[in-house]
């Protein structure tokens, strides 16, 4: 039998973090208009944003060993090594 979550299981705990008031005044700018309701929601989503994109490219590679080889062969056919 599943056990139901209640509120409290739920519930996302948030800390503090300080940034400079130019700094939130160009947020608090930024989003005027969004449908974005705080510069902490626009801060956390932000941060989502990047830290998400970090890990779907961490274990992505940049080549292939075949395409490394063909620019090794490109680079040596040019006399660079």
Known sequence: MKRSKTKD???V?????SLPIPLINKIKKRIEGTGMNSVSAYVAFVLRQILSSEDSNKNKELFTKQEEDDIRKRLKGLGYI
């Open 13 to 17: 705990e948030y800390g503090t973090i």
């Open 9 to 11: 299981e739920n519930k």
